[in-house]
């Protein structure tokens, strides 16, 4: 978790929506303690995402015991040096499981020179192949390599839907997705004086395309930004989405909870 006193509750939503990705396990806290704390301002659902072996199934059992829960498998892409097949197994049993209703967070990421892109696309490839044998969404991790991202996606034939998550376009990358049917969801880094081609894209993007995350416990909104991140905290990014758009929160709430649920499926484990 990291360092800091958490922010204060903001005032609650009036439309419920969904916390579209989340790390859980890196937050150091009690799953139903943040659950309770985001259902008491209008979040009713979040998704917790994996980015190891481990992780994943942390967060798969996660979503096996909490109904609000739902949870994503993947192996980083920072994380791919260890991607072996049987570490994709591993991805693949889990993306089977109920609760589990994407394969992610899996793409590239060219900022951190931790791993080579030849590894890191072969990772890519073999996440995108699990999610459509399973029908699942796939969130997307695109850092630095956008054109890799959208190449790979149409040599191999992007999942439906697909989510490219924490967008880190600019209007024009925006509109390429667009063009595709990629869902693109907008976490509290949209609230930095520096974000101004985020917003060009939010701007220009698609209302039926447009998910919210926190990425909790990471890109917390200001005016906290540097403190812990947490699902409670969407309804701040929610507000400076609706800001940029010109509309009503709880229009583009309403709109971003079906979103969420035409992505994930309805809530509620059979």
């Not at 695109?142 to 992007?158: F, K, N, S, T, W």
Request: proline residues 7%.
């Amino acid at each position: 978790m990291r360092a800091g006193s958490p922010p204060p509750a903001p005032e609650p939503l009036r439309v419920d929506v969904v916390d579209s990705h989340c790390h859980l396990d890196a937050m150091g806290v009690d799953v139903g303690e943040a659950v309770t704390a985001a259902q008491a301002v209008g979040v009713r659902r979040v998704v917790t995402v994996g980015d190891t072996v481990a992780s994943s199934r942390w967060c798969a059992q996660a979503a096996a015991e909490h109904p609000a829960v739902y949870a994503a498998v993947a192996v980083h892409p920072n994380e791919t040096a260890a991607f072996d097949e049987s570490a994709a197994a591993e991805i693949d049993r889990l993306a089977a499981l109920p609760g589990v209703r994407a394969v992610g967070e899996t793409g590239l990421d060219y900022y951190w020179d931790r791993v080579p892109a030849a590894t890191q696309q072969a990772a890519f490839r073999r996440h995108i192949e699990i999610a459509k044998a399973h029908g699942k969404a796939l969130v997307v991790h695109d850092r630095d390599a956008h054109a890799d991202v959208l190449r790979i996606l149409e040599e191999e034939g992007a999942p439906e839907p697909t989510v490219f998550h924490c967008f880190s376009g600019d209007a024009e990358m925006a509109k390429v997705c667009a063009s595709h049917g990629y869902l693109m969801s907008f976490a509290g880094n949209i609230t930095f004086k520096n974000a101004g081609d985020l917003r060009a894209a939010l701007s220009v993007a698609p209302v039926h395309l447009l998910l919210v995350e926190t990425d909790a416990p990471f890109l917390t909104p200001m005016p906290f930004r540097g403190q812990p991140n947490a699902p409670y905290l969407v309804p701040l990014t929610i507000r400076a989405m609706a800001q940029v758009r010109g509309v009503e929160e709880d229009v583009l709430a309403t709109v971003i909870a079906s979103n969420s649920e035409r992505v994930f499926g309805p809530f509620g484990h059979s």
